[in-house]
Protein backbone atom coordinates (compact mmCIF):
# COMPACT_ATOMS: atom_id res chain seq x y z
CA UNK A 1 0.00 0.00 0.00
CA UNK A 2 1.44 3.48 -1.09
CA UNK A 3 1.33 6.22 1.36
CA UNK A 4 -1.57 8.57 2.03
CA UNK A 5 -3.60 5.60 0.55
CA UNK A 6 -6.83 4.08 2.18
CA UNK A 7 -6.44 0.81 3.13
CA UNK A 8 -9.71 -1.07 2.01
CA UNK A 9 -13.01 0.04 -0.37
CA UNK A 10 -13.81 3.88 -0.37
CA UNK A 11 -16.45 5.22 1.59
CA UNK A 12 -19.83 5.04 0.13
CA UNK A 13 -21.76 8.42 -1.53
CA UNK A 14 -24.18 7.76 1.75
CA UNK A 15 -21.89 7.62 4.26
CA UNK A 16 -19.79 10.71 3.40
CA UNK A 17 -22.90 12.36 3.61
CA UNK A 18 -24.14 11.01 7.03
CA UNK A 19 -20.40 12.06 8.56
CA UNK A 20 -20.66 15.32 7.17
CA UNK A 21 -24.31 16.03 8.74
CA UNK A 22 -22.67 14.54 12.07
CA UNK A 23 -19.60 16.79 11.61
CA UNK A 24 -21.98 19.74 10.64
CA UNK A 25 -24.24 18.79 14.12
CA UNK A 26 -20.50 18.89 16.03
CA UNK A 27 -20.10 22.69 14.63
CA UNK A 28 -18.00 22.03 11.82
CA UNK A 29 -18.45 23.06 8.44
CA UNK A 30 -16.46 20.26 6.32
CA UNK A 31 -13.94 17.57 6.52
CA UNK A 32 -10.93 20.31 6.26
CA UNK A 33 -12.84 22.21 9.11
CA UNK A 34 -12.85 19.36 11.71
CA UNK A 35 -9.34 17.96 10.63
CA UNK A 36 -7.34 18.91 13.43
CA UNK A 37 -10.03 18.27 16.31
CA UNK A 38 -10.99 14.63 15.00
CA UNK A 39 -7.49 14.06 14.18
CA UNK A 40 -8.11 13.45 10.14
CA UNK A 41 -5.43 12.41 8.10
CA UNK A 42 -5.27 15.24 4.96
CA UNK A 43 -6.28 12.21 2.76
CA UNK A 44 -9.70 12.19 5.06
CA UNK A 45 -9.45 15.61 5.53
CA UNK A 46 -9.73 16.26 1.74
CA UNK A 47 -13.07 13.81 1.95
CA UNK A 48 -11.85 10.30 1.02
CA UNK A 49 -12.11 7.56 3.61
CA UNK A 50 -12.43 3.71 3.46
CA UNK A 51 -15.61 2.09 4.73
CA UNK A 52 -13.97 1.19 7.94
CA UNK A 53 -13.04 4.71 8.43
CA UNK A 54 -15.92 6.12 7.69
CA UNK A 55 -17.88 3.56 9.84
CA UNK A 56 -16.05 4.44 13.23
CA UNK A 57 -16.10 8.27 12.70
CA UNK A 58 -19.41 8.08 12.49
CA UNK A 59 -19.66 5.85 15.07
CA UNK A 60 -17.34 7.86 17.17
CA UNK A 61 -19.65 10.72 16.34
CA UNK A 62 -23.08 8.98 17.14
CA UNK A 63 -21.89 8.26 20.13
CA UNK A 64 -20.61 11.64 21.38
CA UNK A 65 -23.87 13.10 20.02
CA UNK A 66 -26.34 10.86 22.51
CA UNK A 67 -23.70 11.23 25.59
CA UNK A 68 -23.75 14.23 27.64
CA UNK A 69 -25.15 17.42 25.71
CA UNK A 70 -22.49 19.91 26.63
CA UNK A 71 -20.13 17.32 24.28
CA UNK A 72 -20.41 18.98 20.98
CA UNK A 73 -17.10 16.90 20.03
CA UNK A 74 -15.52 13.40 20.90
CA UNK A 75 -12.67 13.72 23.39
CA UNK A 76 -9.05 15.53 22.54
CA UNK A 77 -6.48 13.30 23.12
CA UNK A 78 -4.19 14.87 25.54
CA UNK A 79 -1.90 17.48 24.35
CA UNK A 80 1.80 17.51 25.98
CA UNK A 81 3.05 20.47 27.28
CA UNK A 82 6.08 22.22 24.69
CA UNK A 83 9.38 22.59 27.21
CA UNK A 84 8.81 26.16 28.17
CA UNK A 85 5.60 25.43 29.54
CA UNK A 86 6.84 22.73 31.34
CA UNK A 87 9.82 25.18 33.05
CA UNK A 88 6.95 28.09 33.84
CA UNK A 89 4.88 24.72 35.90
CA UNK A 90 7.60 24.78 38.19
CA UNK A 91 7.27 28.63 39.25
CA UNK A 92 5.26 29.57 41.36
CA UNK A 93 2.31 32.48 40.25
CA UNK A 94 2.87 34.71 42.32
CA UNK A 95 6.95 35.00 41.29
CA UNK A 96 5.76 34.71 37.58
CA UNK A 97 2.77 37.65 38.38
CA UNK A 98 5.87 40.08 39.79
CA UNK A 99 8.00 39.18 36.96
CA UNK A 100 5.17 39.98 34.54
CA UNK A 101 4.64 43.03 36.73
CA UNK A 102 8.88 44.25 36.23
CA UNK A 103 8.50 43.90 32.26
CA UNK A 104 5.74 46.47 32.40
CA UNK A 105 2.40 44.10 32.32
CA UNK A 106 -0.26 44.71 33.91
CA UNK A 107 -1.45 41.40 35.75
CA UNK A 108 -5.37 40.30 37.30
CA UNK A 109 -6.53 37.52 39.47
CA UNK A 110 -9.13 35.60 37.44
Known amino acids: MAFGQQSGPPASQKQLAELLDL ?3 AGYTDFKDARY ?6 RQAAGKFS ?13 AAEGDPSDEAPPQPQRRPSPA ?9 EELAAELQR ?3 IV ?3
Open 85 to 93: EQALQKFPA
Open 108 to 110: AEP
Open 103 to 105: RGW
Open 23 to 25: LAE
Open 51 to 63: RDEADEFISQLQT
Open 37 to 42: PMDFTQ
